[in-house]
Structure formats: structure tokens, C-alpha cells
């Protein structure tokens, strides 16, 4: 029996002892020196992971014959770093003899992936024996959050360091996971749009710059499972970039608006695109409007009543403000081609003055 001043740390899992925690009658914490882990039945392997501050590598021997659900606890438990985390999955989850891996990245969700699809035994893909399918999602749910995890933390850390290069680094290595790993990106879609959102923000220009250039090549990866994230995505890369005097930076954000409008359903980027051409001014105010003409085109023959609802308004407020644009009369003339005369009836209720402006334009078309 040893006294409580022994420290985990004189584990040694080659010679066979292992320092384990026991509750007595009286609820007094001791330690315990056990010869062997052979017969140390699960429950009480996971009452001693649980309570014992043991590296990576030892807690992926003794929790070996664990039954997997409860695995993933375990492992959750622990908060291993990134590196412990991927040796732990290898040997808890799967073959525990096979090499990690060799990737380029550090990433430490791209070797959690490369571990699931490449040396995961078909049994521990589907179900363990004896289980259902049913019995089978906990584990696979409970492997993909820790992963998920990982990533996030992993992302976040490079993405908000305090030195630029890194920064610049955890860019590249977002636009590198979306491509060979879109799925954990879309999983983790809020986090790693926060962390974009924050990036095209910052003071820095030239991380501003080199993210709305990477967001040309994320944008066609991602597609429609950005529709969650346009609220905070497009506020950021319009109120900030489409007014910029910096050249680089102003066709960097006009592409990335152009990568949106291509690769995402139109009708889910009108109503936001139309809210910022009312509000915005300058240079972004013209653009926008340029970008909902276009996006009239695509949209008027399949959602004739959201487009009159949204971009009407629109067109009844640059009557009002700046009727003589060139974005005016652009946005003017898309409308008319698709709507024909019904964009006069249209103007009935509007004031006087839009009415005669209207039919200005119009007369040019």
C-alpha cells in the first residue's frame, strides 16, 4: 500500500505494476500497486482511466479490451493533445499493430481519416460482432465527435494565432482540408466560418487579402452547405472589401461574390444580397446591384414571387436615390425583360416621381 504522495507517473506498463486508485470503506482515497492488468475485469479498467492522469500511450494498453462505446468516453475523458489523440484512436479503435499514416499536413483530422478509411477493419467500420447497426451509430458517432473536436481545435489555434505567417498558414491548410476532406469542413461548418468571418475582419491586410482568395477556392468546394453560414460570411465580405481602395483587395471580394452567385442557389443569397445594395453606398452599392440583375435572370422564371417580392423594393429605392446609375438602369432592364409590362402595373402604388423615372429608363430599353 502506498501513500498518496505516489504519483501516476510511476506507472511502468513494462514491468507489469500499474498505480490504480481503490476507495475504501471509509471513502479514504490510497493507492494500490497491482502486479498485473491481465485480470482486471473493464469496468474496473475504466474506473482506473477515468480517475488516473496516464500518457496517451498507456491509456490506449490498458483500456485495450474495452468494450468500444465505452471507449470513446474514455478518450473524451482524458483530453489527450492532437498527436496523443490520433495514437490513442489507431490503437483503441483499430488495428493497434499498424503504423499511423504519413501525410504532408499536420492535421491532425486528416490522419484521423486517413486511420478510419485506410486501416479500419470492416468489422469496426460497420458493427463489432454481435451488434445491430443501431448499437453500432454511439461508437461512430462518438469516434466522428472526437474527431470533429480535434479539428476545431487544431483550426481554430492557427487560424487565431497572434503571429500573421501562421495565420496565413491555417488559411492554406483550410483550403487544403476542403479539398481532400470537405466532409469534417461541413461538419464543422459555424466554427470554421467564425474563424473566416474573423480573419476578413482583422486589421491585417494582407491575411484579408489572402483569405478572400482562398474563399475562390473554398466557395466551389463547399457549395450548398454554406447556407448556413451566409449571415456571416457575405456582412463580412461586402461592409468591408467592396469599398476598399485597394485594388487586389476589391477583385478578390468581387470574385469570392461571384463564386457565391455560381455555386450556390440563387434564392438563397437574393433576400441578403438585396438587404446590403439598400444599405450599402459607393462602389458596393452598384456592384450589388449588378449582382442582383444577374441574379433576377437566373431566378424570375422559377420563383416569379420572391424575386418581385424582394427586388422590387429595391428598384423603387434606387429610383428614389440614384436614378440616373448606371446600376439603376442595368437592374431596370432585367427586371422589364422578364417581367414585360407587368413592371408598370407594378409601380402603380409607388410615388409620382419613381413612376415618371421608371418610365424614363424604360423608353431606353
Not at 418581385?308 to 440614384?322: F, G, K, R
Request: glycine share 4%; charged share 20%.
Amino acid at each position: 500500500m502506498q501513500t498518496d504522495s505516489d504519483s501516476s507517473s510511476d506507472v511502468d506498463m513494462q514491468g507489469l505494476s500499474l498505480v490504480t486508485k481503490a476507495i475504501t470503506g471509509s471513502n479514504q482515497i490510497v493507492w494500490q500497486r497491482i502486479p498485473s492488468t491481465d485480470n482486471i475485469p473493464p469496468a474496473r479498467k475504466i474506473y482506473i482511466v477515468s480517475k488516473t492522469k496516464l500518457p496517451g500511450e498507456k491509456v490506449s494498453a490498458l483500456i485495450a479490451d474495452i468494450p468500444a462505446p465505452r471507449k470513446v468516453f474514455i478518450v473524451r475523458k482524458n483530453h489527450l493533445p492532437g498527436e496523443e489523440l490520433i495514437t490513442v484512436a489507431k490503437k483503441v479503435f483499430f488495428d493497434r499493430k499498424t503504423e499511423l499514416p504519413q501525410h504532408s499536413s499536420n492535421s491532425t483530422v486528416q490522419g484521423l481519416r486517413n486511420i478510419s478509411k485506410k486501416s479500419a477493419p470492416a468489422s469496426v467500420q460497420r458493427t463489432l460482432p454481435g451488434q445491430s447497426v443501431s448499437q453500432a451509430e454511439p461508437q461512430d458517432q462518438g469516434i466522428k465527435m472526437v474527431a470533429r473536436n480535434a479539428y476545431i481545435k487544431q483550426m481554430t489555434a492557427k487560424m487565431e494565432s497572434t503571429e500573421f505567417q501562421e495565420r496565413i498558414r491555417g488559411i492554406n491548410q483550410l483550403v487544403e482540408d476542403c479539398h481532400r476532406n470537405p466532409d469534417m469542413v461541413m461538419s464543422c461548418i459555424c466554427p470554421v466560418f467564425d474563424a473566416i468571418r474573423a480573419r476578413l475582419v482583422e486589421s491585417n491586410r494582407k491575411v484579408n487579402l489572402h483569405m478572400l482568395e482562398a474563399l475562390g477556392l473554398i466557395i466551389p468546394q463547399l457549395k450548398e452547405s454554406l447556407s448556413k453560414v451566409l449571415y456571416i460570411l457575405i456582412p463580412a465580405l461586402v461592409n468591408n472589401h467592396l469599398n476598399s481602395k485597394n485594388t487586389a483587395i476589391y477583385s478578390a471580394a468581387l470574385g469570392a461574390i461571384r463564386a457565391l452567385v455560381q455555386n450556390i442557389d440563387n434564392a438563397l443569397l437574393l433576400e441578403i444580397f438585396v438587404t446590403k445594395a439598400q444599405l450599402l453606398s459607393g462602389q458596393a452599392k452598384a456592384d450589388l446591384t449588378d449582382t442582383v440583375a444577374d441574379m433576377v435572370m437566373e431566378l424570375y422564371s422559377r420563383k416569379p414571387k420572391m424575386v418581385e417580392q424582394e427586388v422590387l423594393p429595391l428598384l423603387w429605392h434606387l429610383l428614389a436615390i440614384c436614378k440616373n446609375s448606371r446600376a439603376t438602369a442595368t437592374l431596370c432592364k432585367a427586371l422589364y425583360s422578364q417581367m414585360g409590362p407587368r413592371l408598370r402595373r407594378c409601380a402603380v402604388s409607388q410615388p409620382l416621381s419613381i413612376i415618371k423615372d421608371l418610365n424614363n429608363l424604360l423608353e431606353k430599353v
